[in-house]
């Protein structure tokens, strides 16, 4: 059984940091990415960040040079490191992981590629 928990979210205030973690439990051999998405209410769900079996990180342009993703094989965790927060990063962010197959770049952050979610974790920043 596939399990992906999420953690770490909270209040910060503009300019901090959160680091999210996903405990990911029961994933296929051949999930071929995990990563972070977010969504605030009445839009759709959007692509943060994703990694992939080879430890290469796509970034979403919003958040690229603010945010880092982290392996930690020991622990089977990905971590989310989130600098210089902005309001508009407010959101549930919920870690994924997806099927088999690599994804073209653009293809990377369209969640119904992801076969297996969390239940999110929900972060505000306020001005």
């Known amino acids: 059984q596939v399990q992906l928990v999420e953690s770490g979210g909270g209040s910060v205030q503009a300019g901090g940091s959160l680091r999210l973690s996903c405990a990911a439990s029961g994933l296929p051999d051949d999930s071929s990415y995990i990563g972070w998405f977010r969504q605030v209410p009445g839009k759709e769900r959007e692509g943060v960040a994703v990694?992939?079996?080879?430890?290469?990180?796509t970034y979403a342009n919003s958040v690229k040079g603010r945010f880092s993703l982290a392996k930690d094989y020991a622990k089977n965790t990905l971590s989310l490191q989130m600098n210089s927060l902005k309001p508009e990063d407010t959101a549930m962010y919920y870690c994924a992981a997806s099927g088999p197959g690599w994804l073209v770049i653009h293809r990377r952050f369209r969640s119904d590629l992801y076969s297996f979610w969390g239940q999110g974790t929900q972060v505000t920043v306020s001005s």
């Open positions: 990694i992939d079996r080879g430890e290469i990180p």
